[in-house]
């Protein structure tokens, strides 16, 4: 039987591999499946302006009023999403109110470093990128993670996995 001594000093039983770029030419190839071309995503769906309120045993744990949310979405995710997700102080001018400023923060810096690191061929397919992201967010269809939505396009260097 082998030792842990002697496991660390036994060469790998196939080379490490290297990542390199195969192909220069390649994209990431986006096409559209959720939008129609030149048409924005959140104008697809209604909105309504609503406040956002947590109650608590003394005072409101969490108030924000007139945020624009997507009219299908629940007063729940209303309160969580401004009081976790909307970025800036809560008494600044500079503070989110709308969904679509915290997904399209999110998803321009995204498609930013996708343009910025050419994992896009064309403009046209960037711009692909950004309606289908935008319309699978805003369509609760899949979400980021939390890290992401309180850093991307917030933070210069974020933390987000």
């Not at 001594?5 to 390199?20: F, M, S």
């Not at 711009?127 to 609760?140: D, G, P, S």
Request: hydrophobic share 40%.
């Amino acid at each position: 039987m082998a030792t842990a001594k002697d496991i660390e000093t036994q060469a790998p039983a196939t080379p490490l591999a290297e990542n390199t770029v195969v192909d220069e030419t390649a994209s990431l190839a986006v096409r559209r499946y959720f939008t129609i071309p030149g048409r924005d995503p959140f104008d697809e769906i209604e909105w309504e302006i609503r406040d956002a309120f947590i109650p608590g045993k003394e005072k409101p744990v969490f108030d924000q009023k007139d945020v624009e949310f997507p009219k299908f979405w629940s007063q729940t995710a209303t309160n969580i999403v401004a009081q976790k997700y909307f970025r800036g102080r809560m008494t600044s001018p500079e503070r989110e109110r709308s969904v679509k400023q915290m997904i399209g923060r999110v998803v321009d810096t995204i498609a930013g470093w996708g343009r910025a690191d050419g994992y896009f061929a064309t403009e046209e397919e960037a711009e692909t990128f950004e309606a289908e992201l935008k319309a699978i967010l805003v369509n609760q269809l899949a979400s980021f993670n939390s890290p992401v939505w309180f850093n991307v396009g917030f933070e210069e260097k974020p933390q987000c996995s």
